[in-house]
């Protein structure tokens, strides 16, 4: 299960967002996003657990929780919307 970890604080790693859902169970990969421009973290990230069960524990025992002096926010990520266009624009005409 694909979970959507959010309002992390910006000195959390990947190896931070990994420790904290270890203890639930298996972790296949924990990824903190970055801001392509700056390098520093956009505040949240995605954490994939092989085991459901243990996924869904984590959720509910994650959620609202304090990391870093911030209340976290723990869901299950919703799957990447595809087809969508920018909209382009911002330019000269």
Do not use: C, H, Y
Request: charged share 25%; proline share 2%; glycine share 18%.
């Amino acid at each position: 299960m694909n979970l959507f970890v959010s309002n992390l604080g910006f000195g959390l790693q990947d190896e931070d967002l990994r420790k904290m859902f270890e203890g639930f169970g298996a972790v296949s990969s924990a990824k903190i996003i970055m801001d392509r421009a700056t390098g520093r973290s956009r505040g949240f990230g995605f954490v994939e657990m092989p085991d459901d069960a243990a996924a869904k524990v984590a959720i509910t025992s994650l959620d609202g929780t304090s990391s870093d002096g911030r209340a976290i926010n723990v869901t299950e990520a919703r799957p990447k919307e595809t087809g969508r266009g920018n909209g382009g624009g911002g330019g000269r005409w």
